[in-house]
């Protein structure tokens, strides 16, 4: 593919960027010099003392990466406003991440959820089982569908190599990761926030104004329809007129269960399947809520994002159809070699919507905010998977090749894993490029879809139901992953299609819309897990206290069913201590100088591991000694509840006028 023509190539666009960059940066080393790094519980949870506000900003911030702007807008300009439901469900179900699971996971003092697992079941297979699962998801869907999105607007609006540009925006976003810390990526997310919302208001009034308004996008998308829809090659395809006209249900967020393309039952309780998902149970999200500083900042925090999880429809999808309007010939584009010229792939070009959008009638100055938003979404993303994938590398994959691990080699552990994570990411560049499609949004939806309806499940049933045991949340995690092999796997072989080429799937395999094949896949698994579970020994509450909702006020001592791998590492760590301690005082007599690094290489080393000079002392504990605390000062509880009764109005308000 060409590269187009650079746009954004004047001082007022060049300054704007720049301005940018510094300005997170600065934030970036404020969080870094302020936040203590130097426990796991600095580095991987800042401290436990964040506010609602960067806590509210930071899920938004984490959730909304370049994806949703290319992805949403794309399919906005595809098939209309049904995509936005995928946006408007998020809601109902942050509401369940900060009252139900989060009051769990804080009581249960685990970091991560694969640690949560073990402490709920026992044993090490479950949560080796979700770490994997979770770190493949996150390089090969996460990091590619953001990488991908951010190379298309970079490359409409940059022309810059492909290449150079992600390159340089991982290394930049997984520098500020490395050193800083959770603390530093929920600062700079609430800097990105306010400049993701305030850029895509600006240019939603740019894209109306230049449409007309909203009525005359209500009256024009139906029309929006290139002019050159003529085969090039009859003996190869066909093109019938559903490929190139816009859809009659564009402004209907529930549409046909049979023929509708985001059917309604899928629309209402599939993504909510997904989204819990999604909310409750990933590492990304759950890691910000257990940063706050107490339950009260948890609640408010997901109010916080749920209010802003109302604005993706109108500064994405709309904007999307409002480019389809005014560029059908490119962004609505059917005819395949047509497309190749426009956008470099022959399914479609709607990804480029939101792109073409910012480079085509934004003034001067603006075009450098737009491309700074772009910027700010990406790398907010990635910082946080990033951050993320090395908490669950460190503590549940390290922890187990090295129990002796002090806790400075695993904040170096984390760090190096940040940097081969953006290594495999550059490498990932050339498959990305290569399977560019014209359905991004749908393509990660789609791969959840078949994937992460069984650890919802397991979730779900570990939170709620005490008579679930391990046996039967391991069977219905691997039966949940073979259904949904079954099922991705031949897609993937025979291609999931397009209009112009449709999939020669057969349609007893892949017939059955994915959102559909979530729900069935959701309770097949619930099932699988209740039926092994009550075929099996239960586990006692002596092992459940503060494990599961229903007992998460409970003040019994807890006997963890991990304790004894937990005292093996421990073990390991102290003899580890007592080696060192016997080679350093008894073995070299101690007083060698060359045995210690130089003061000002331990000094610079430190700085940049989150060591210093307090890195030799004892480190505080993490877990204190007393039980830990979710109660909530009454006031602030009624507040919290009373504007979540409100989001929940306004969210089926929203629900009922543009079903």
């Given amino acids: 593919m060409e590269s187009p023509k650079a746009i ?138 953001d990488m991908f999105s951010g190379a298309v607007f970079i490359q409409q609006a940059l022309g810059w190599n492909i290449y150079v540009a992600v390159i340089t925006l991982l290394v930049i976003t997984a520098l500020y990761t490395v050193t800083g810390g959770l603390a530093a990526l929920m600062y700079t997310d609430t800097v990105q926030t306010f400049v993701i919302i305030a850029g895509a208001f600006v240019l939603t009034g740019f894209s109306f104004a230049e449409v007309g308004g909203y009525g005359a996008l209500l009256a024009k998308y139906g029309a929006a329809t290139p002019s050159n829809f003529s085969s090039m090659e009859p003996q190869r395809y066909n093109i019938s007129p559903s490929c190139y006209t816009p859809r009659r249900d564009a402004f209907s967020l529930l549409r046909d269960p049979t023929t509708g393309d985001l059917p309604w039952p899928g629309v209402l309780f599939g993504i909510a399947i997904v989204g819990g998902w999604y909310w409750c149970t990933d590492q990304v999200i759950v890691q910000r809520c257990l940063a706050a500083r107490n339950l009260t900042h948890v609640k408010a925090g997901c109010i916080m994002c749920g209010y802003l999880k109302l604005l993706p429809m109108f500064l994405m999808v709309f904007p999307g159809m409002v480019s389809r309007v005014l560029y059908p010939d490119e962004v609505g584009c059917v005819v395949p070699e047509v497309c190749k010229r426009v956008c470099g792939t022959e399914v479609g070009c709607s990804n480029i919507a939101y792109p073409k959008l910012v480079v085509s009638i934004m003034p001067d100055g603006l075009r450098g905010l737009m491309l700074a938003v772009m910027l700010a979404a990406l790398m907010s993303s990635l910082a946080s998977i990033f951050n993320s994938s090395s908490t669950l590398f460190t503590l549940d994959i390290w922890t187990r090749i090295r129990p002796q691990a002090a806790e400075r080699e695993l ?76 099922r991705m796997l031949p897609e993937f072989w025979f291609g999931s299609g397009s209009c112009v080429f449709p999939s020669t799937c057969p349609f007893l395999v892949c017939g059955i819309h994915y959102l559909h094949f979530a729900i069935i896949l959701f309770f097949c698994t619930s099932v699988l897990v209740l039926v092994v579970s009550c075929c099996t020994r239960p586990i006692e509450d002596k092992h459940l206290h503060r494990l599961v909702f229903s007992l998460r006020h409970s003040e019994e001592e807890r006997m ?58 004892q480190a505080p504990p993490e877990a204190p000694a007393t039980l830990p605390d979710i109660s909530e000062e009454p006031a602030w509880r009624h507040v919290v509840d009373a504007n979540a009764v409100v989001m929940m109005a306004a969210a089926v308000f929203m629900w009922g006028y543009y079903a």
């Fill in 411 to 486: 904040l170096i552990v984390g760090r190096v894993w940040v940097l081969i994570i953006v290594c495999v990411s550059i490498c990932w560049i050339p498959v990305v490029q290569a399977a560019q499609s014209g359905q991004l949004f749908d393509y990660i939806q789609s791969v959840s879809s078949y994937l992460a309806p069984p650890i919802a499940s397991v979730f779900f049933l570990a939170v709620f139901v005490k008579r679930v045991n391990e046996q039967g949340a391991f069977w219905g995690l691997i039966g949940g992953l073979l259904m949904g092999l079954c």
């Fill in 8 to 145: 954004i190539n004047n001082p007022a666009d060049l300054s704007v960027i720049v301005g940018y960059f510094v300005a997170v940066i600065g934030v970036g080393v404020w969080a870094t010099l302020r936040s203590n790094r130097g426990t796991v519980g600095g580095f991987f949870l800042a401290g436990r003392t964040m506010t609602w506000w960067p806590v509210g900003a930071s899920l938004f911030a984490s959730n909304i990466g370049s994806g949703h702007f290319v992805g949403l807008a794309g399919t906005g300009a595809a098939s209309g406003i049904a995509v936005g439901g995928f946006e408007w469900n998020a809601l109902f179900i942050v509401l369940l991440l900060g009252w139900l699971f989060v009051p769990v996971y804080l009581t249960a003092g685990v970091i991560t959820m694969p640690q949560y697992l073990k402490k709920r079941f026992g044993g090490t297979r479950i949560s080796l089982y979700l770490t994997v699962i979770s770190l493949f998801l996150y390089i090969f869907t996460k990091i590619s569908v």
């Fill in 560 to 617: 963890d069913l991990d304790w004894e791998q937990e005292e093996k590492g421990r073990r390991a760590r102290n003899s580890g201590k007592e080696l060192l301690h016997f080679y350093l005082f008894k073995v070299t007599s101690v007083t060698d100088p060359s045995l210690f690094p130089p003061a000002s290489e331990e000094s610079c080393v430190g700085r940049f591991c989150g060591g210093g000079p307090q890195a030799h002392e």
